[in-house]
Each structure stands twice: as structure tokens, then as C-alpha cells.
T-cell receptor
Framework: NAGVTQTPKFQVLKTGQSMTLQCAQD?????MYWYRQDPGMGLRLIYY???????DKGEVPNGYNVSRLNKREFSLRLESAAPSQTSVYFC?????????????FGPGTRLTVT | GQQVMQIPQYQHVQEGEDFTTYCNSS?????IQWYKQRPGGHPVFLIQ?????EVKKQKRLTFQFGEAKKNSSLHITATQTTDVGTYFC????????????FGRGTQLTVWP
């Protein structure tokens, strides 16, 4: 099992450009999440999908959109990138296993917006 | 706003010393999880606590969940250089059990 995979690993964008971050999991998990991590800020939830076909806003959704394409894939789109979106983005997935909601994280995408 | 407060933000210890990080919430939690992130890596799940007053151990790591289910701690005995990284607590709430509210983390540095 590959677990959670993310592409790309690194990306540099100019202000105003758009891009989509891809995430896929092969663990048959129902729930998937997108976080951003900034120095000293911990992990902040952008959007999540509790199950296939549903998505909900997290703490910092402005400037982002998501698509739960199927059970495996959950993508994050930046329509018009801004320097404030420079961050490390992590995708995660989880399932309810014996009431344990352990989240499995991907390796991250390091995004710089200039 | 910040749902879960975690302190300290940084901790520098000499190898062999103990280390503790604390997590506090103003509201009662359904559960609390702990994650470790190595430098340049991604968060990795360590443990989940659910019961009031629960204490769990993993080798040199001891995790506690407060009686009121509003606070938690992670204690490492006799730190080693392999313990270096950032430790996060993450709180679960009753309405959406899978969603987590992460603390800002404690960055642990261990010098030999």
C-alpha cells in the first residue's frame, strides 16, 4: 500500500495563477482532509470530506475549492494564488477503526507564491 | 480561533533529560490524539485517548487525559536524539468525530 500520495511535491506559482493539488489514498478510507501548515501555526484545516460526495469547510477555506472525485481522490484547487497561500499543504485520510480516528498524512506539497 | 492551546512552543533539552508538552481546551473533548512530525516530514499518529483520566504508555512516552477531558499531556522520559521533532495534540469533538483541531505544536530539540 502506498498510503496517501500527493502531487506535486514542490510548486512555485506567480500571483494570480491557478493550480490543483492532487491527493489519493489506497486504504479505502471514508474521510479525507486538506490542511495547511505555516511556521508556528500548527495544522489548520482547509476543507474536509467526511464521505464520498460530501465536502465541508474547515477553519481557513477562503481562496480554495475542493473536489471529492471518488472515494480515493480529493483535490484542492487554488483559483487565483496569493502570496498568503505560500505554505506546506498536507492531505490526510481516516476511517473509524474501533472508534479510533487516526489520520494518515501524505508527504506534503511545498507551495511558494511569488 | 485557536480551539486547543499547546505549550510550550519550543523546548530544548539535553539528551537524557525529560520533556513534557501540555494541551488545554476550554471545552470538553470527545478524544485527544497525539502526533509527531520529524523535521521535513509529515505528522504521524502516536496515540488516541478517550476516557477521563486515561493514562497510556509507549516505551518512554506517557500520555494522559485529564479527569475533566479538557487537558492532556505527553511526557518523554530520558529523551534521545531520535525524539527530535514537533509534537502536536489534536482534539476531537462530539459533533464530527473524524475532524480534528490541532494545537500549534511543541518543537523539541535534543542536544547530545
Amino acid at each position: 500500500n502506498a498510503g496517501v500520495t500527493q502531487t506535486p511535491k514542490f510548486q512555485v506559482l506567480k500571483t494570480g495563477q491557478s493550480m490543483t493539488l492532487q491527493c489519493a489514498q489506497d486504504m479505502n478510507h471514508n474521510s479525507m482532509y486538506w490542511y495547511r501548515q505555516d511556521p508556528g501555526m500548527g495544522l489548520r484545516l482547509i476543507y474536509y470530506s467526511a464521505s464520498e460526495g460530501t465536502t465541508d469547510k474547515g477553519e481557513v477555506p477562503n481562496g480554495y475549492n475542493v473536489s471529492r472525485l471518488n472515494k480515493r481522490e480529493f483535490s484542492l484547487r487554488l483559483e487565483s494564488a496569493a502570496p498568503s497561500q505560500t505554505s506546506v499543504y498536507f492531505c490526510a485520510s481516516s476511517n473509524n477503526r474501533d472508534s479510533i480516528y487516526e489520520q494518515y498524512f501524505g508527504p506534503g506539497t511545498r507551495l511558494t507564491v511569488t | 480561533g485557536q480551539q486547543v492551546m499547546q505549550i510550550p512552543q519550543y523546548q530544548h533539552v539535553q539528551e537524557g533529560e525529560d520533556f513534557t508538552t501540555y494541551c488545554n481546551s476550554s471545552t470538553t473533548l470527545s478524544n485527544i490524539q497525539w502526533y509527531k512530525q520529524r523535521p521535513g516530514g509529515h505528522p504521524v499518529f502516536l496515540i488516541q485517548l478517550v476516557k477521563s483520566g486515561e493514562v497510556k504508555k509507549q516505551k518512554r512516552l506517557t500520555f494522559q487525559f485529564g479527569e475533566a477531558k479538557k487537558n492532556s499531556s505527553l511526557h518523554i522520559t530520558a529523551t534521545q536524539t531520535t525524539d527530535v521533532g514537533t509534537y502536536f495534540c489534536a482534539a476531537g469533538r462530539g459533533s464530527t468525530l473524524g475532524r480534528l483541531y490541532f494545537g500549534r505544536g511543541t518543537q523539541l530539540t535534543v542536544w547530545p
